[in-house]
Each structure stands twice: as C-alpha cells, then as structure tokens.
C-alpha cells in the first residue's frame, strides 16, 4: 500500500479545560488518506472539530497525538504549499482587497515584478467578481459576501498544493455561491491541485466532491464514514439530482447528519488504527469495505471536458 | 444639523469667552486711577503699580507685542517668545523621539515575547511611579549639564507610555492575523512590519499621544529648575520680575502649543487608525 499525498494518522486533539478540569477530547484517532489532486468535503455538526482538524492540516495547530504526513513529510507548521480560506476570512483591515491578495502573491512568487503580482492578483479578484473599483476598498467597507470572495482570491492566487477551505461559501447569495463553485471547480480541474472542504451544506458537498467524508458528533468525535461520489465529472447544478446515485448519497448524507452522527458519537474503544468505513452508490454498491486507511479511488480519472 | 450644531457651539464659546473677559477685567483692580495714596499706602509701595492679576486688555496688548516680533533676542534675559518656546520644543522633541526609539523596540519585543515581559515587569512598575522631576538631581550629578538634563527628564517621562502602549497593542495584534503572517511563511520582520505594526499602529500611537501631553506639561516645570531658556524659565523669570502680564500671557501660549501638539498627533493616530 502506498502512502497517499496526504495522510492523517490517529489525529487526536484535546483541549486543557481551565483551572485544571477534565480535558476536552474533541476527537480522537482520526485516520485519513487524500490523495494527489483529490478533492474531499467533510461534513458534520457544529462544534465536531472540523475546523480544529483542518487547521491542524494547515499546520496552525498542533494536535495532541499522532501525524499529518503531507508528500512524505510531516506537517509542523504552516506553509505556502497549504492555503487556506478561513472560517471568518481573515483578512487584514488596514489593507485595501487589492492588497490583501498582493502581499500574499509576493510572499509566494517572491522574485515577481510588482506589474506581474498586481496583474496576477487582479486576475484572482476578477474571477471571484470584485474588479471595478471594489478591489480598492479596505474589508470594513465590503460585504460578509465580498470579504469572502477576497479571502477566496487570496488563497487561490498562491495556487497551493492543497487548499484548505473552511466553510468557504457559508456568507454567499445563491447566485454568486455557484459560479464561485464553478470556478473552484475549474480552477481545480486544470490543476493538480487537493482540496479539503468543510461545509455543511450537503448538496455542495455532492456537487464538488470525490468523496465526502461524515464526521460524528464530539466530544471523541471521528471520521466514521467515507462516502464516494462517483457521478461522473462535469457535474452540472441542473442535471445532477436526475443522476440516479444522487438521491441515494444525499439521503444517506441526509440520515446520517439526523441521526447516526449521534448514535456513533462517543467514546470509542481501542481501535486506534480503524479507518472510515468507505461507502458507495450505484455500480459499486454494495461494494463497502472496511478498508484501510486511505480510499481506492487513487486511479480517478478526472475530467476536464469543459466546453471549450 | 451637525454645521448648524459646529456654528451654535461656536457662538456659545465666543459668548462665553466674552462673558469670561467681561468678568475678568471688570474684576482687576484699576490701578492708575486711585486718587490720593495713605501714608500708609505710600509706605508700602503703593506709589508703584501694584503687583496684580492684569486685565485681559493688558494680556491682550502683551500679546499683540509679544506676537508681532516673536524671535528678537536682547540678551540671555530679553528673548522673544518664539525663541523660548523653540528651546522649549527642542527638548521636548528631542526627549520625546529618543524615547520612542527605545520604547517602541523594546515594547515590541515585551509584547512578542511573554517571557522578556514577566522579566521587565517588575523594573516598568517600579519606575514608571517615579516623578520624572525627581531624576532632575541625578541627571544633573551624572551628566553635569542642565541642558541634556532637561531633555533626559522629558526623556524618561516619555518613556513609560509609548513603552506600555507598544507592549499591549503588539501582544493583543487578533491571533487570526498572526495566523495569516505564518500561512504565508512571513519571517519575523516582515510579520512585524506587514502584520503586527499596522495592527497594533492605534494603540501605539495613543501612546505617543499620552506621551507628548505629558512631555509638554513637565518641560514647564523642568525648565523652571534649570533655567537659562525655555518657556518654562520664561514664566519663572517673568514671575520674578512681578510682570504677571507676560505671566499670564506665557502660561496662554503653554496651552496653546500644547494644544497644536495634541492636534498633531489625533491627526497621526486618524492616519493609522483602521475598522474591523
Ligand atoms: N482554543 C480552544 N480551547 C478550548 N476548546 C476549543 C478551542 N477551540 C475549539 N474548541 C472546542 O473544540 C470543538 C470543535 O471546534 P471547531 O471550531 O473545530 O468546530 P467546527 O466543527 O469547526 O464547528 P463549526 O461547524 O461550528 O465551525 C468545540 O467544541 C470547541 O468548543
Ligand atoms: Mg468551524
């Protein structure tokens, strides 16, 4: 077996209650492989730790136990190769959208003329929608919607190996939601880029993602289910609930959210090395398998028929 | 509504104002046109103008003299205001900036670092309390010049705001944007200058302006101790020749520096000032 690009093994994070009370198990023995150019949603209540996981991907936080191995090495702290769109944007108040995507375009791509970071940056901003003068504004005068979008342009202009994005649709009208969906979609397509989602909106997840991956409830929360979407790619909005599979993952999305999350939550015994149980619809149903850590769809061909 | 506010306030000040001089002058003793003096009065020096708080008429002609020729200097007692208020700003200036270019560093470095702040702690409670006037004997002592004395003072009065200021703005700069410094592998001095500067750049700058505020007010009190020039020695020399008209007009023209410095420095920290 081998290692995939991305692989999280026994991930435990705990939190040290104050004045010395029981410590916070927000989960425990999380395993996970990703593969190269995959793209993973995870879904599950608020408060699981899914941002906790991914910011241990980012490098932002320890965990209390076990590794995040990316290409080979261990993950120890942030890098340019892992971007990220934070829950709450992040971005910096006192710089202009413009600049809040410059300066991470020159941190990145450090022997770049200052035309050729501005022209690249603008590229960004334009994709996600805010060029003609919004670029210019500082966050404070931009919408929750716009301040998203910066934050999306920000993490996508450094064009990393993996994008870690954090509920990254969650402020956006229905409208400007999709075609950014759209542009992830293509932007990802014509890279080999990894992306790890966090949403909670289950139909997103279907549309996106290879696979999608359910998070039980905390505390000692894990990853118990690893659902393949395998509905052939370009996905459109449209068509996609005709897919015969697609009624089938969103009700057992659906059912797990409203009740399994919960039956599974729990303190598990000792299986520190279980892996999600892998789950999957139409041809290969019937076809789950308790599998090792990691998924068996590393040969998934990707499909970059766009209509050009 | 807010120009027709701005204009009633201003015409409330410019009654008050009048009503406030009205007052004043219709207070101060007239002194030129008592008749005929005791004996006693004779005796006691009455014959002399008495030493009395002046009219504001009086200050107002001081003023309208002082102003016109503000830089001529007639000898180490005989300067104009301007001069003083030039040697008073010089040190006040220079005090203030070495400062900053200590206090700003080091807090930083207190604000980055909670161990350099548990150490430094205990020495910024016990020195900060210290009135910065009570160095005047052992700046005098150690540098043996009234004049580096002074802006020593203005110096270690500075210090303490800037320096506790920098400390808290830097160490409370949101986690999130530290986290954006390190998800774009920025070293420590480009975390620092991108990052944590213009975050904490508010802070700072109140600091600043606390410490020019009392930067100014001590200047008058330390000039008075060394004396030679300066607006402080002004009031003091000015005290001392029982010409409370140029008292008066000197303690006017201390409020209204300060005041222009205030001003500079609210513009400054506006200049820095960002909305999250
Ligand atoms: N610094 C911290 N100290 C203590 N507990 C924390 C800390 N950060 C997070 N937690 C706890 O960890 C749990 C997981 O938090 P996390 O932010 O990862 O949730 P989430 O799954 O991203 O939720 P949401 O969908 O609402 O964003 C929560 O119960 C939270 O209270
Ligand atoms: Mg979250």
Redesign the pocket.
Known sequence: MSTPFLSVQNLT?R???PKGGES?T?FENVNLGIEKGEFVCII????????????ILAGLDEPSDGAVIMNGKEVSGPSLDRGIVF?NYSLLPWLSALKNVTFAVQARYKSWSKKQVHDHSMKYLEMVGLAGGAELRKPSQLSGGMRQRVSIARAFAIQPELLLL??PFGALDALTRGSIQDELIRIWSGSDQTVFM?T?DVDEAILLADRILL?TN??YARVAESVQVEIERPRERANIIHHPDYYDIRNHLVEFLATRSRELAGKQDDDANSAPKVVRFGANAGAEISSETGSKSGTRKRAVNRAD | MLASLNARALVLSLVLLAVFLGLWEAASPKQNISGELTEYELLMGGAEPKAAVPPPSAVIGKAWEELRNPFYDAGPNDKGIGIQIGYSLYRVLSGYFLAAALAIPVGFLIGMSPLMYKALDPFIQVLRPISPLAWMPLALFVIQDSQASAIFVIFICSIWPMLINTAFGVAGVRKDWVNVARTHELGPFKTAWIVILPAAAPTILTGMRISIGIAWLVIVAAEMLVGGTGIGYYVWNEWNNLDLTSVVFSILMIGVVGMLLDTAFAYCARLVQYQE
């Open positions: 994070k939190f040290q209650a916070l927000v599950g209540h608020s408060g699981c730790g899914k941002s906790t996981i991914l910011n829950q954090d509920e966090i909670h998070m905390g505390p």
